[in-house]
């Protein structure tokens, strides 16, 4: 349990974060969450968080690598506390950035997972068609691929997001920035199928819920449950690719830089809102390309 203070510190600063920037619940979590286990490290110490130092910050991030941390998660929690004590030195509550001077941990920049075209397909068939459960997972699966939505916007979509005649979905990505996506014929027809046949069995009676893809309660799937179902599904089609929650949104856009298309078009499908950050799928094609040649060119 905090102390009352440090807690009335983090909640402000939650909450001024959700006001002033509209970041996700994800994005806030991880936040409140980094700045309770430094809140929990420096209570043991007797001290509170607005008197913290920067030798003390220096020594709670050698302890967190220490135990196991890595360079990109240290790097993105120095950034929620470089976050946090700006916003209290903005509030006059201290007079000096204990995070001044800090240097982030050096990363590299790794390359996303991705699947194959031939091990999509192998994912795609894999659900049971014939069960209501299966037949939803099919179409989620095939929107996911067709419209590269991350699986937090995917499990969200209400029935009101989807314009079935012009076959775009509407979406509510990262700091509530709305964007339209084509779903494409292939997603068309499996979306048509599960309302048709599946949906209702799912709702459990419920059948003015909005939500698109109901959890087997009838309920709002969460984002942990959906990506247990796809590794469940890896799994039986034999797939071997280490997989993420983003895997099938990474193989999307892998797939539409490989035939083609313009990054700026696959950046506004992504809903990036840097061009930089869209750019690392030309080096996992070139990355591609280069082991494909490596294996089967007779001097690769």
């Known amino acids: 349990m905090l102390p009352m203070q ?11 974060l959700w006001l002033e920037k509209g970041l996700s619940e994800n994005t ?13 490290w420096i209570d043991r110490k007797g001290r509170d968080l607005l008197q913290i130092q ?3 910050l220096l020594q709670y991030l050698s302890d967190r690598l220490a135990t196991g941390l890595g360079a990109r998660s240290a790097a993105r929690m120095l950034s929620s506390l470089r976050s946090f004590y700006r916003y209290q030195l903005r509030e006059h509550r201290i007079h000096i950035d204990p995070t001044l001077s800090i240097d ?5 920049r790794p390359l996303p997972d991705t699947l194959s075209e031939s091990d999509v397909e192998k994912l795609l068939s894999a659900p049971d068609v014939t069960t209501a459960i299966g037949l939803r997972d099919r179409t989620m699966l095939e929107l996911l691929y067709a419209s590269g939505l991350r ?3 995917l499990v969200s979509l209400t029935i009101a997001d989807m314009n079935l005649r012009a076959g775009v979905v509407r979406v509510m990505g990262k700091g509530s920035k709305e964007r339209l996506v084509p779903m494409g014929e292939e997603a068309l027809f499996w979306i048509h199928r599960y309302l048709n046949e599946a949906r209702s069995d799912l709702l459990k009676g419920h059948l003015a819920a909005p939500i698109v893809f109901p959890s087997r ?8 449950t959906f990506w247990y179902r796809i590794k469940v599904h890896a799994q039986s089609a034999g797939i071997g690719a280490k997989l993420s929650p983003h895997t099938v949104r990474h193989a999307f856009a892998t797939h539409l830089i490989n035939h083609g298309a313009d990054l700026r078009v696959v950046q506004m499908l992504l809903g990036h809102s840097d061009l930089s950050t869209t750019q690392i799928y030309t080096h996992v094609a070139r990355h591609r390309l280069k082991e494909l040649h490596q294996e089967h060119h007779p001097r690769g």
């Open 104 to 108: 982030s941990p050096k990363l590299g």
């Open 6 to 16: 440090n807690q009335a510190l983090i909640d402000g600063f939650i909450d001024a």
């Open 151 to 153: 699986v937090s916007e």
């Open 54 to 56: 920067r030798q003390d």
């Open 28 to 40: 806030l979590s991880s936040y409140r969450r980094d700045l309770r286990q430094l809140a929990a």
């Open 217 to 224: 309660q009838g309920r709002t799937m969460t984002r942990q």
